[in-house]
T-cell receptor, first 115, second 112 residues
């Protein structure tokens, strides 16, 4: 069974600074996909970034980037130039390739951006 | 393009009552999912569907039933609500298993 661990229940950062959220996962699969989702106070789940395990290049979306370390099974999210609107719960999620459709979520990290 | 919508947004039930949550998507996605979110537990998959007329059990299926009679709709039913089913329910859809899932706004259900 796959597991996703987010070891930081809460984090805070000052506006305009950089913060890194940690995520590790456990799987015996070689092909899989990793995601970071953001859930602001509105409760809406919003996709932040997606990484395919077979791609060595780290995914980037504007101020959001990941550090994907396949051997270490680590998938951290870096947020640069933090903004107040980045305040949210962040979930790391994993889905194996093939015919397994189950998206496994971590328990989340609550990020607060302070002015 | 509304994306994924859920009806209702809030609901209060008494123990033993039944209800159906409706999820609709207008992105022509094949796959649809129902999750529940509880404090400190992340999201857990209840049931999912890989196409019209097909459904399958997820991680926590007990006490729930689903139907996918039309490609764009995925219904979640509670036959006899229990307080343990108090939760926020999310519907999601995707092109396929390896693609990102798009979520609805959620339904907050309270069972007293």
């Amino acid at each position: 069974a796959q597991t996703v661990t987010q070891s930081q229940p809460e984090m805070s950062v000052q506006e305009a600074e950089t913060v890194t959220l940690s995520c590790t996962y456990d799987t015996s699969e070689n092909n899989y996909y990793l995601f970071w989702y953001k859930q602001p106070p509105s409760r809406q789940m919003i996709l932040v970034i997606r990484q395919e395990a077979y791609k060595q290049q780290n995914a980037t979306e504007n101020r959001f980037s990941v550090n994907f370390q396949k051997a270490a099974k680590s998938f951290s999210l870096k947020i640069s130039d933090s903004q107040l609107g980045d305040t949210a719960m962040y979930f790391c999620a994993f889905i194996p390739g093939g015919s397994n459709y189950k998206l496994t979520f971590g328990k989340g990290t609550l990020l607060t951006v302070n002015p | 393009n509304a994306g994924v919508t859920q009806t209702p947004k809030f609901r209060v039930l008494k123990t033993g009552q039944s209800m159906t949550l409706l999820c609709a998507q207008d992105m022509n996605h094949e796959y649809m999912y129902w999750y529940r979110q509880d404090p400190g537990m992340g999201l857990r998959l209840i049931h999912y569907s890989v196409g019209e007329g097909t459904t399958a059990k997820g991680e926590v299926p007990d006490g729930y039933n689903v139907s996918r009679l039309k490609k764009q709709n995925f219904l979640l039913g509670l036959e006899s609500a229990a307080p343990s089913q108090t939760s926020v329910y999310f519907c999601a859809s995707s092109w396929g298993g390896r693609f990102e899932q798009y979520f609805g706004p959620g339904t907050r259900l309270t069972v007293t």
